[in-house]
């Protein structure tokens, strides 16, 4: 859900609670989604969390670089985060730094997107029920088999 043709796009700009950390994307985000995955419950203290892809490139810390630093999981994406806070703000994937995925949470203003699917809902939490939204669900990692349904 990027810009109607013919529209204007303004980079989009977020950052972490204290304000250290500061990121600009340059170019529409390609899509999100809620991910139910463990880590990501784990990480947020919440049920799920709303990531969204940039395009390859368009991703930039613009202040406090110095303050960021990243959890390598196995087989995961890195997990960046302000060190002064603790906000997570992004993930890289691991065999390109071009590739990174936002926390919807950490922008100033609206994305202009929406999540489109929920993967891992496999381990959606039992006190948060999945709302009958109409959204694709992935019972693990979205384009890893079909979805439910």
């Known amino acids: 859900m990027g810009p109607v043709s013919g529209e204007s ?3 989009l700009i977020g950052g972490c609670m204290c304000g250290g950390v500061r990121f600009r994307v ?4 390609l899509g999100a989604l809620y991910c139910h995955c463990k880590r990501c419950q784990r990480r947020s203290g919440s049920a799920f969390s709303m990531t969204a892809l940039t395009a390859q490139g368009s991703f930039a810390v613009t202040e406090g670089a110095e303050l960021v630093r990243a959890y390598h999981p196995e087989g995961g994406w890195r997990k960046s985060f302000c060190t002064n806070c603790g906000s997570h703000t992004h993930t890289t994937n691991p065999e390109d730094d071009s590739i990174v995925a936002i926390r919807l949470g950490c922008l100033d203003g609206d994305p202009g997107i929406r999540p489109q699917v929920h993967q891992f809902t496999a381990y959606a939490m039992p006190y948060e029920p999945l709302p009958d939204d109409g959204l694709p669900r992935f019972p693990e990692r979205l384009g890893e088999g079909e979805p439910e349904g």
């Open 9 to 11: 796009f303004e980079p």
């Open 26 to 29: 340059e170019e529409p985000l």
